[in-house]
């Protein structure tokens, strides 16, 4: 038999103990800087420059930041679990703490993508980190930050919807769940399905249980929690 599947919804807050920002929590980026102009399609639209300022700031923070005990628990738990990580960050602390299997909902930092060509994207190179309205790809396209900005499709769902839905383990990080399709896939994990939710603050979702365990607490203590329950089940089934 091979291993069972642990697929993970991770949100802002796994970043968080990295020293990244969270959104919505008091501080967070959307108290400090208006949404709609730095992350949706009517804001690239009027003014470009200062999306594109946005998410250079972003990256000039990221690469400053590294993994922190739970993208790094997660990466670890490989050894006994197929995981399959389903991300709303854009940060790349999941790839540098070594998960393998990694679908980001809402885009990558450290890309760029092509304007007309939404297929057509690049890796920016770290001594490259800025972009602007100027900025081309090697094929000569106007590129702009790889994000998918709110009044835009969130084109990974259907891929990640396959992935709940053939979960073993569900385990949601550090989210909020306020972002729709992102918050939904809790609702295509299978009947039975363990869900584990670890946030020092979760969200109310007393609507799925009594499938939904919650550990209120911080990611890196919370990861630790799960490794825990988890080796413990293994016990209790190897005897
Ligand atoms: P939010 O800022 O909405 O929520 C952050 C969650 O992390 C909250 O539930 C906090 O309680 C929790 N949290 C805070 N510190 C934590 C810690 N140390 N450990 C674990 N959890 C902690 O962030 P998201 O739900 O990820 O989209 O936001 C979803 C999307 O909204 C983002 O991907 C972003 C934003 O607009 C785009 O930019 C397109």
Not at 184 to 211: F, K, S
Request: with cysteine; net charge negative; glycine share 6%.
């Amino acid at each position: 038999m091979g291993k069972p599947k642990l697929v993970i919804s991770s949100g802002a807050g796994i970043s968080a103990e990295s020293g990244i920002s969270t959104f919505r929590d008091a501080g967070g980026l959307w108290e400090n800087y208006p949404v709609m102009e730095v992350c949706s399609a009517d804001g690239f639209r009027k003014n470009p420059r200062l999306v594109h300022d946005f998410y250079n700031a972003r990256r000039k923070d990221l690469i400053t930041k590294f993994p922190n005990d739970a993208h790094k628990i997660l990466a670890e738990l490989e050894k006994d679990y197929d995981v399959y990580v389903i991300t709303q960050n854009v940060d790349d602390l999941h790839e540098r703490a070594g998960s393998s299997k990694i679908l980001h909902l809402h885009g990558e930092l450290m890309k760029i993508r092509s304007v007309s060509h939404p297929e057509y994207v690049e890796k920016l190179d770290l001594e490259h980190l800025e972009t602007s309205p100027e900025t081309k790809g090697e094929n000569g396209d106007t590129m702009r930050p790889h994000i998918v900005f709110f009044q835009e499709a969130v084109p990974n769902m259907e891929t990640a919807v396959e992935w709940v839905h053939e979960a073993d383990i569900f385990v949601v990080i550090g989210t909020s769940l306020n972002v729709y399709p992102a918050a939904g896939l809790l609702h295509y994990v299978r009947p039975g399905i363990p869900i584990y939710y670890i946030d020092p603050n979760p969200a109310d979702i007393t609507i799925m249980e009594p499938q939904v365990h919650i550990i209120k607490a911080k990611a890196t203590e919370g990861m630790k929690i799960l490794k825990d329950i988890l080796e413990n089940k293994n016990k209790e089934t190897d005897s």
